[in-house]
């Protein structure tokens, strides 16, 4: 029997989990998620043993039921190859008070790279399983990051466009950088003038628009989410939490089911969800520790209950976490109402309407393994500098606002002998003008980004990516800019329909 994939807005739609990736999207703005969470049932003393790739199997095949074993097999090879700068895939390090599970040595040095590299890989399976025809057009809003790891994953991938608008003044240069001089003949990519949120609406408004959807299947192509709504994102996220703890476990920092604690710098809250997915298999997770930047909803929401994106739009030096609405958190919402796809589309629909809505007592009831809390600016720039001078290790932005809420967990609930996994998300080198001026502004402002890169490896004692070297010199492709509500005419333009 194969595990299926319900909306979490029509109990009616239900589909394998191939074409749930390959749809991306469930119909009415719904996310798919699977029927039940299937259990991991594995030993430890097996997984300990077993590298990156064969516990990538053993987490997806659970999920992925409609994959062959060659399949799967061959998408995780083509995936974690040497596209990596490690062996290890995730390497697990310990500093300060905390393991650090670096998730940023792909080819974009951040932690998309761990899902958009094996997603290209799944979506062209999953199409010949369907017989599907069309091409796919792989359409995606960013706020940074996702953007060049998708770019990255799908360049010259026959059967595939991909176009990626990103908010054009609401990332870091040298995420813009990455993003517009990436080659392939099958890639556009588009600032808008506007938000992440704005930038995320529109793609989601396009994929709901029936008569655009006809428009494309006659020109022979039909649209694909590479968002982290998509399952084909979701469920290799897992695979990294079931790793680190089969680590931990090797190298005899913890006992057979003893619980760890992990913290996720979040954005859109898909990676805390694969980390809250990898409890509900029997992984022995304590608390799910929720951080947030200043834009601090998610924070706000398990605190009272009630979700409110009405409120002013920061920007930060975590530009991946600038987000108002965290669209995985509805796969938690349908789950906390019972799996009852009418109430979760409710609470949604007043989400759309009127900005906000409040989850009853015995839903906020269930929320007790989540523990949320926030990272002002300064509290996220005093962790980088703390942490490095205490041990020479140097933290992202985002991984520094986990890092800082980490420290306000200890500090609150005194919880301070349970071993924490803390998910470090980006290279310092993506985001290092950030980083260098939490070490040392004086010093370093007057650096060029990419002198800051210099001075970066050598203090941190680690050579400067290859991410990084590639663009330096590297040839600008792609300028063009539109507003939030052009952004159907750009595509149109792009695939030349309409
Ligand atoms: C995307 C991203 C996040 C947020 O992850 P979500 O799954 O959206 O919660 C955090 N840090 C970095 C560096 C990212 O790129």
Not at 413 to 434: C, E, L, Q
């Amino acid at each position: 029997m194969d595990l299926m994939y319900k909306s979490t807005r029509n109990a009616e739609e239900k589909v394998t989990a191939s074409q749930a990736i390959l749809k991306g999207l469930a119909g009415e703005g719904g996310l798919f998620v699977p029927e039940a969470i299937p259990a991991l049932e594995l030993e430890i003393d097996a997984l300990a043993g077993m590298s990156y790739q064969e516990i990538a199997y053993e987490v997806m095949s659970r999920f992925l039921t409609d994959f062959t074993e060659e399949e799967l097999k061959s998408c995780i090879e083509k995936a974690y190859d040497s596209k990596f700068d490690t062996r290890e895939i995730a390497p697990l390090v310990k500093a300060g008070d905390a393991w650090f599970l670096e998730l940023f040595h792909g080819s974009t040095i951040a932690f998309k790279d761990m899902a958009l590299s094996i997603l290209p890989h799944l979506l062209i399976t999953a199409a010949k399983k369907n017989r599907v025809t069309n091409e796919i057009v792989i359409l995606t809003a960013t706020s940074g990051d996702t953007g060049k790891a998708a770019l990255a994953g799908f360049a010259d991938v026959p059967g595939t466009k991909i176009i990626v608008f990103y908010p054009k003044h609401g990332v870091s240069p040298i995420q813009e950088r990455q993003m517009v001089t990436q080659k392939g003949d099958n890639v556009f990519v588009v600032g808008i003038n506007g938000n992440f949120d704005q930038a995320q609406s529109g793609v989601k408004k396009m994929f709901s628009d029936a008569g655009l959807a006809e428009a494309m299947d006659a020109a022979g192509y039909q649209f694909s989410s590479a968002n982290s709504i998509n399952i084909g994102r979701l469920v290799p996220q897992i695979v990294y939490y079931v790793y680190a703890y089969a680590k931990l476990y090797a190298k005899g920092e913890i006992q057979k089911g003893e619980p760890v604690n992990v913290v996720v710098p979040t954005g859109n809250f898909g990676n805390i969800l694969a980390a809250f997915y990898a409890k509900n298999m029997g992984l022995p997770i304590a608390k799910l520790i929720c951080a947030s930047n200043e834009n601090k909803v998610l924070y706000d929401f398990f605190a009272t209950g009630t979700y409110d994106k009405n409120r002013a739009f920061i920007l930060t030096s975590s530009p991946s976490m600038d987000i108002l609405i965290s669209s995985n958190l509805e796969r938690l919402i349908y789950r906390i109402a019972g799996d009852d796809a009418a109430k979760n589309a409710a609470f949604m629909k007043a989400l759309s309407t009127e900005g906000s809505y409040t989850v009853t007592p015995e839903m906020k009831a269930q929320l007790a393994d989540f523990y949320g809390n926030y990272a002002t600016e300064a509290e996220t720039a005093q962790q980088i500098k703390a942490l490095y001078e205490k041990t020479g290790y140097v933290l992202d932005t985002h991984t520094a606002v986990a890092a800082a809420v980490y420290a306000k967990y200890r500090e609150e609930t005194k919880d301070t002998s349970v071993k924490t996994i803390i998910a470090s998300t980006a290279s310092p080198f993506k985001f290092t003008r950030s980083v260098m001026d939490a070490i040392d502004k004086e010093t370093y402002n007057v650096l060029t980004d990419f002198e800051l890169a210099d001075e970066l490896s050598k203090i941190a004692k680690i050579p400067v990516p290859q991410a990084i070297e590639e663009i330096r010199s590297a040839q600008v492709l792609h300028d063009t800019v539109c507003g939030p509500d052009e952004m159907e005419d750009t595509v149109k333009r792009f695939l030349k329909i309409g």
